[in-house]
């Protein structure tokens, strides 16, 4: 079980492997990265079951804090990892780097205010068969052949693409890595962060990617 400070943006969803810049500029916020990077606390960046709701003007706040906290629901399923702060501004705002190496399932809350942590476990995941491997290169060709197809127009989406990075990248990883980088319903990319077999993701994304 590992310790994560959560930080819940609705609509966001952070996949293993895909780094993630943040503007913070709520204060608890900003106590929080202060915190996890002071005690090396890895930070979850998960969507939300619930939009936060805008507190009362007349709220004071305490108030403030335990309505915000106690409004919304984090999905379930997360990434997770360290936090690198790049600038700091005068007013105390901060601009971040997460960069999610763990996908993990929230277990039980031990803090929540003036931010909230929860102890997670690993979410890795299904065993892959050697006689499995070929079809998930396969998948993932196949992908990439449909991704250099839409992306056609665009040199610097070839020259990506066609590069050892991508190319080398093991099927599994290349499955959040592509998910990251395109556009979908969070809802969406939130099912394909909990798909835990890589041939269904796999799948999964090249449906997504046909019907474009």
Not at 82 to 91: R, S
Not at 102 to 111: A, G, P
Not at 115 to 120: D, E, H, K, L, P
Request: proline share 8%; charged share 20%.
């Amino acid at each position: 079980m590992t310790d994560v400070a959560l930080f819940p943006i609705p609509g966001a969803v952070s996949f293993p492997g895909v780094p993630r810049t943040l503007h913070v500029f709520e204060p608890r916020y900003r106590q929080m990265v202060k915190h996890c990077i002071d005690h090396s606390l890895p930070i979850g960046v998960c969507h939300t079951r619930k939009v936060i709701r805008a507190s009362e003007p007349s709220q004071s706040r305490e108030q403030a804090l335990n309505n915000n906290q106690s409004t919304y629901q984090p999905e379930q399923v997360l990434a997770a990892g360290p936090v690198e702060l790049l600038q700091q501004l005068e007013d105390g705002r901060m601009l971040i780097r997460v960069s999610p190496n763990q996908r993990m399932q929230i277990e039980e809350e031990k803090q929540t205010l003036p931010f909230s942590i929860w102890s997670c476990r690993d979410m890795p995941d299904q065993t892959i068969a050697q006689s499995q491997r070929e079809t998930l290169q396969q998948s993932k060709a196949k992908i990439l052949q449909r991704l250099l197809i839409i992306g056609h127009d665009y040199p610097e989406i070839k020259s990506a693409l066609t590069g050892e990075y991508w190319q080398q990248m093991p099927p599994e990883e290349f499955s959040f890595a592509v998910t990251g980088m395109m556009s979908m319903p969070p809802e969406m990319a939130q099912a394909l962060l909990e798909q835990t077999d890589p041939q269904q993701r796999l799948d999964d994304i090249l449906d997504m990617i046909n019907g474009i």
